[in-house]
């Protein structure tokens, strides 16, 4: 679990984010959604660490980590596994040395048993197939896939994805929530998407939290999100035709 | 504002270097970065030298012969300020300013690209250290690499001043050979290779500074590219003044 209070960023005058606490529960697909420049990334990233907040504190299974010293820090990090906007598999690599590679980095194990490891989270994700092949060998799909399995590697405790649907087709994008969404219960994990894609929204939406202008608007889940009342929500919502179109079949 | 702005920039070079340099988390990871770094640093980088010294040896001594000739002159003077020129100047600093082009902005590139493309972010979420796993390599690959670079570039730049003799006839490889082994001091050959273990320092940890500092695009990355090869030309230049007067007083 991961739950984050009373957190505020700011980037100069600007206030990114305002105040934002919420939870974060294991097993569960929780979303950030938000349009763009709502300030996902920012949460995110001060979530991640990749930003420290000017004010709040993040707590992962009760632990403070915005008080932890860095060795502290290096250590939980190898207990996320994070999922890139563009996926960011290393290019130098082909796509089992890139889940290999936190094996390599941090695992005692045998070669052979990384190499298991890696293989299996590889099938998991159905891209064994494709394991000698290069990052820009790939398409958008296979690279996110590719992604997963390396996030996936050292068995995280936490799994964060950034944008995973971006650039993706509506079918490859249901197979890449499918996959965080099993994922995430299978292992019993705290995952935590940031989207903008009302598809997942729908589709693996277990926690839903709906920021706007860096403030925490609403929270509730797929089930109950079309019904809201929340003006701004709504607004972020049926700015998509199908949801309009389900909303109002809905109503009849 | 200019000096906060250096101050502040070498601060920053200092933090990154602290980073640097720490014990790799995996040894044999550290291994197989620092083979791949030999090959694409070094090995890839001995064509070039070799022609560019080549040609620099073979036109160093047609100028010593045209401009220095005299009857005063002893006939292998040519031979002899070619040699001096190639080991105490031009196969360790005008090289090393050489691969500060081809190598430093191959390394602010890499490094750059990997930044704006989340992969060093995605390093730094697993939780390794990505400034001692991307540039520690770097650094001590080319530092491993740059004697031999040098030592061939000394051997192609005489086997250009032979070839020139031999070819145009301007002067006999006997001449050039008494020249060559004039007097000759093996310490101008340790001062070049000592100046080039700085100069290689200064190349991989000036240009990985400037790549792994980028924010933005693929424009960015460009200019980080050519204000590193820049500053490490500087650089250069700078130490290779002060190395001189040390080492050669």
New interface residues.
């Given amino acids: 679990m991961i739950e984050v209070k009373n957190i505020q960023k700011r980037f100069g005058e600007q206030v990114v984010l305002e105040d934002i606490s919420t939870i974060f529960e294991n097993g569960k697909t929780n979303l950030i959604i938000g349009q763009s420049g709502a300030g996902k990334t920012v949460l995110l990233k001060c979530i991640?660490g990749?930003l420290v907040p000017d004010k709040g504190s993040v707590l992962y299974d009760g632990r403070n980590v915005t008080t932890f010293e860095k060795k502290e820090r290096?250590?939980?990090?190898?207990e996320?596994?994070?999922l890139?906007?563009?996926a960011?598999?290393?290019?130098?690599m082909s796509v089992l040395e890139n889940v290999m590679?936190?094996l390599?980095?941090?695992s005692n194990k045998t070669y052979k048993e990384k190499l298991k490891r890696a293989r299996f989270c590889l099938e998991r994700v159905n891209m064994l197939q494709a394991e000698d092949k290069s990052p820009e060998e790939l398409s958008g799909g296979m690279q996110k896939r590719a992604a997963i399995a390396r996030a996936i590697a050292?068995g995280p405790r936490y799994l964060?994805c950034d944008e995973p649907n971006s650039g993706l087709d509506p079918k490859t994008s249901l197979i890449i929530d499918e996959l965080i969404h099993d994922i995430t219960t299978e292992y019993n994990i705290t995952t935590i998407v940031n989207t903008h894609d009302m598809n997942s929204v729908m589709g693996i939406g277990d926690h839903i939290t709906f920021l706007a202008n860096g403030k925490l608007e609403w929270q509730g889940n797929k089930d109950n999100i079309l019904d809201s009342s929340n003006k701004q929500l709504n607004d972020f919502l049926f700015s998509s035709d199908l949801l309009r179109k389900v909303k109002e079949k809905n109503q009849k | 504002m200019m000096f906060v702005n250096s101050i502040s920039t070498f601060g920053q070079y200092l933090s990154l270097m602290h980073k640097v340099f720490a014990r790799p988390?995996?040894i044999?990871?550290f291994f197989k970065q620092f083979m791949?770094e030999i090959y694409q640093l070094g090995i890839n980088s001995i064509p070039i030298v070799l022609i560019i010294s080549f040609f620099i040896g073979a036109v160093i001594c047609i100028q010593m012969k045209l401009n220095i000739e005299n009857a005063w002159m002893p006939r292998f003077v040519a031979g002899y300020a070619t040699r001096e020129i190639l080991i105490l100047e031009f196969s360790s600093s005008i090289m090393c300013l050489i691969l500060s082009g081809k190598v430093g902005s191959n390394i602010t590139s890499e490094i750059g690209t990997?930044r704006v493309?989340?992969?060093i972010?995605?390093m730094?979420?697993?939780?390794?250290?990505s400034a001692n796993f991307l540039i520690f390599p770097k650094i001590t690959a080319l530092i491993t690499m740059i004697p031999i670079l040098v030592i061939f570039s000394i051997a192609a730049g005489i086997a250009g001043a032979y070839a020139i003799g031999m070819f145009t006839g301007i002067m006999t490889p006997d001449d050039l050979t008494v020249g060559l082994q004039y007097e000759f001091s093996q310490w101008y050959v340790w001062c070049s290779i000592i100046k080039s273990l700085f100069f290689a320092f200064i190349i991989s940890s000036v240009a990985a500074f400037y790549g792994y500092r980028v924010e933005g695009g693929s424009i960015e990355v460009g200019k980080a590219s050519t204000d590193s090869v820049v500053s490490c030309s500087v650089l250069i230049l700078f130490a290779d003044i002060v190395l001189t007067q040390l080492l050669m007083q």
């Fill in positions: 991640v990749l290096l250590m939980l990090r190898r996320m596994g994070m890139f906007q563009n960011a598999l290393f290019d130098s590679f936190p390599e980095m941090f050292l964060f | 988390e995996s044999k990871m791949r990997m493309t989340q992969q972010d995605a730094e979420i697993m939780g390794v250290n």
